[in-house]
């Protein structure tokens, strides 16, 4: 029989952080299942009597992220008095910025949700994705960080919902065989970026998309020398455009949006330094 494992992921905030690091460690054991445990919002004694129950009951790693340091010590005691694991996350950045800033944090649960500066500007990248969705409003492009092009479901609306989380206005258009894009060659501001797939994938997920829709007829659409045609034009369109082509055929939409901002950042670098002025002898 399998040994059940258990982890407690406790925070005082959402517990979206901690639930991130969390999956980023747990895809590098493939062959164990932990049942995850999820405590957000632990903010008073009382509440996390409710989660010393729940550890009790189901006696495991505890992960967590907590600043008050009442509530952060009491769990500490609880983890040892029960002989398990309990790991703060987040001390070792947080120790190493207050070495290197030279000033201690600030001790808040959920600073990183205040609605700030860059809260509003998520939200405004949020909206601007969905007005600017495939091929809509043209008119607002040039206020685009990036404009995504590629053929039908090469992830193009995940992507710039993704990049917009991040703050970052995306646009995305679809390259439709034999519709021209006039409106995308004057751009200067955005970086625009081609999207690509390998025609066998894009094949089977769009005959999935249209078995979604109920309509499993045969068409040109996922027709395999048609779609091969597709995208091979729409690699040349990207060619005469002279913009970075991404494959996302074994991508995530975090792989190709990490490398969509990978992007930003070196453009950003060259035009900074380009506008730098030249140093004299």
């Not at 008073?44 to 010590?73: A, C, K, N, S």
């Not at 029960?82 to 207050?98: E, H, K, R, T, Y």
């Not at 998309?209 to 779609?227: A, H, P, S, W």
Request: glycine residues 4%; charged residues 25%.
């Amino acid at each position: 029989m399998t040994k059940p494992f258990h982890i407690h992921l406790v925070s005082d905030a959402t517990g979206e952080t901690i639930n991130n690091i969390a999956r980023a460690c747990l895809v590098q054991f493939e062959n164990v299942h932990p049942q995850e445990h999820f405590w957000s919002l632990i903010r008073t004694p009382r509440q996390l009597d409710l989660v010393f129950e729940g550890i009790r009951q189901w006696p495991g790693m505890v992960l967590y992220t907590f600043v008050d340091e009442h509530l952060r010590r009491q769990l500490e005691d609880f983890c040892h008095a029960q002989n398990l694991p309990g790991i703060s996350v987040l001390d070792p950045v947080l120790n190493a910025m207050a070495s290197y800033f030279g000033v201690s944090s600030a001790h808040e649960p959920g600073r990183q949700h205040a609605l700030d500066a860059g809260y509003f500007a998520r939200i405004d990248a949020m909206d601007y994705a969905l007005a600017l969705d495939d091929g809509h409003g043209a008119a607002k492009l040039a206020d685009a960080d990036v404009v995504i092009l590629g053929v039908s479901r090469t992830s193009k609306t995940p992507t710039c919902v993704y990049l917009a989380n991040r703050g970052i206005k995306a646009a995305n258009i679809p390259v439709i065989p034999g519709q021209p894009l006039p409106y995308v060659s004057p751009l200067t501001k955005p970086l625009i970026i081609g999207l690509t797939k390998d025609p066998d994938s894009l094949v089977e997920i769009r005959r999935n998309r249209l078995k979604l829709l109920r309509e499993e007829e045969e068409t040109r659409y996922i027709d395999l020398e048609q779609v091969r045609q597709e995208v091979q034009d729409a690699r040349r369109f990207f060619a005469r455009l002279g913009c970075p082509v991404i494959d996302v055929t074994r991508r995530s939409i975090e792989e190709t949006a990490a490398e969509i901002m990978m992007l930003l950042n070196k453009r950003a670098f060259e035009q900074k330094t380009r506008d730098q002025p030249a140093s004299t002898a």
